[in-house]
Each structure stands twice: as structure tokens, then as C-alpha cells.
């Protein structure tokens, strides 16, 4: 787990971060009507996680002592509760949903659509890609401090827990720090049945798959990388 790497990818994060807001902005003075006024606060909650596993980060580099091992928990625990706001992003498309008009087989073309699905993208995949990098540091912390099986049930248990948290979030309305300000709304919950279960269980399998895809084919690779100049050094 490399600080400088780290930087560079918190670089990249921003510029996307930096692109989607500009569309936002442009988007009155191109398209003539400004809207998703809501997506930059969004975004700003799934970088949240982000910026706690980074903290965790800098923490693992100092001498280990019980109040590193504390401030990992606490911080752990935070990150646990704001880390659902990422893959909640995804969710965001079917605000984006419309119709196309089709002349015959051929669909018509016009701006708007296509300017909105750049710009809900830039958002959504900034934000997933931010959530990806989190949980990458907290499993690599995890693996660190307690071992590679468990690091890999934490990645399993986290992405079902923010399912239903997804769910709760998109379709109950409810928020994260519902957990310290009105804990007893959370109750009625807690059980689920049906469609409801399958929802979390199939969004959550795919937020797993999709942090492997992203673990073998770029996280590991850089840490090869790593372990490799490390050696030649």
C-alpha cells in the first residue's frame, strides 16, 4: 500500500471529479435548462469513504501501538457506515432513463441524452471508482493486520451489508447517520423477504465481481509492480 501511488490516484479521481462538475455547470449554456443539481453532493458523500480509508492509510505507516490499533477500528467503523454512498451511484441511471425517438429502426439523433449520459457517468464512475479504491486500502489493511481469508470475507460481508443499505437508501429514503441520530427507524428493516433479499443479494454479488475484475486486473498488477522495484532496489 503505497502513499505516492495513492496520490496519483487521488490526481486522477479529482480530475474526473473536476470534468463531471464542469459538464454540470456548462450544461445550462449548452442545453438551455440546468438540472441534476443533486449529483455533486452525491459524489461529494461517495468520496467520503475514500478520504477515511486514505487516513487509515497513513495511520498503518505509523509504529503499530494500541492507539493506531484503536484509530483503525473507530475509522474502520466510520468507513463501514459512509462506504454504501459509492456503489449507491449506480443507482443513479435510472434517474437518467428515457425514451429515444426512433424513425423507422433508426433512433433520432439529439444532444441532451447523450450530453446527460457523459455527465451522469462522469459522476456515478467517479464516485464508484473512489468507492473501489477505499475498500482495495481497507481490504489490503485487513489483510495486513489479520490475514488474506479474512480480508476476503470482509470484501464479501461489506458489499452485501451496502446493498441493503442501498436499498434502504434509494428506496426507504434513509440516510448513514440515521445510525447515530435515529438508530430505531433502521428496526423495521432489518428483516427482509422476497424481491427485496434477492435485490441485495444480486447487487451486492455484483459489486464483488466487479471489485475483482478491478483487483486482478489493475490492483494487482501495480503491486507487482511495486513488489518488483522493491527487489531491484
Request: glycine share 6%; with cysteine.
Amino acid at each position: 500500500m503505497s502513499i505516492k501511488f495513492e496520490i496519483k490516484r487521488m490526481i486522477a479521481l479529482l480530475l474526473l471529479a473536476a470534468f463531471a462538475y464542469a459538464l454540470l455547470l456548462l450544461r445550462g449554456n449548452i442545453l438551455g435548462v440546468r438540472a441534476y443539481s443533486f449529483m455533486p453532493w452525491n459524489l461529494f458523500l461517495a468520496l467520503v469513504p475514500y478520504g477515511i480509508s486514505c487516513i487509515m492509510l497513513l495511520i498503518v505507516n505509523f509504529k503499530k501501538s494500541n492507539q493506531r490499533t484503536f484509530g483503525l477500528i473507530v475509522l474502520g467503523v466510520l468507513w463501514l457506515l459512509f462506504f454504501p454512498n459509492a456503489p449507491y451511484l449506480f443507482t443513479s441511471y435510472m434517474i437518467f432513463a428515457r425514451i429515444f425517438e426512433f424513425e423507422g429502426e433508426i433512433i433520432i439523433f439529439t444532444l441532451q441524452p447523450w450530453y446527460d449520459f457523459v455527465l451522469f457517468t462522469s459522476f456515478i464512475w467517479c464516485g464508484i471508482l473512489a468507492g473501489l479504491a477505499s475498500l482495495g486500502i481497507v481490504h489490503g489493511i485487513i489483510e495486513k493486520q489479520i490475514g488474506k481469508i479474512t480480508g476476503w470475507v470482509a470484501v464479501v460481508t461489506v458489499n452485501l451489508l451496502s446493498s441493503w443499505a442501498i436499498y434502504l437508501g434509494r428506496f426507504i429514503r434513509l440516510n448513514s447517520w440515521y445510525v447515530f441520530t435515529n438508530p430505531e427507524v433502521l428496526l423495521p428493516y432489518i428483516w427482509l423477504c422476497g424481491e427485496r433479499v434477492f435485490f441485495i443479494f444480486l447487487f451486492g454479488i455484483f459489486m464483488v465481481l466487479v471489485y475483482i475484475v478491478v483487483y486482478f486486473f489493475i490492483g494487482r498488477e501495480n503491486s507487482n509492480r511495486r513488489e518488483k522495484k522493491k527487489d531491484l532496489e
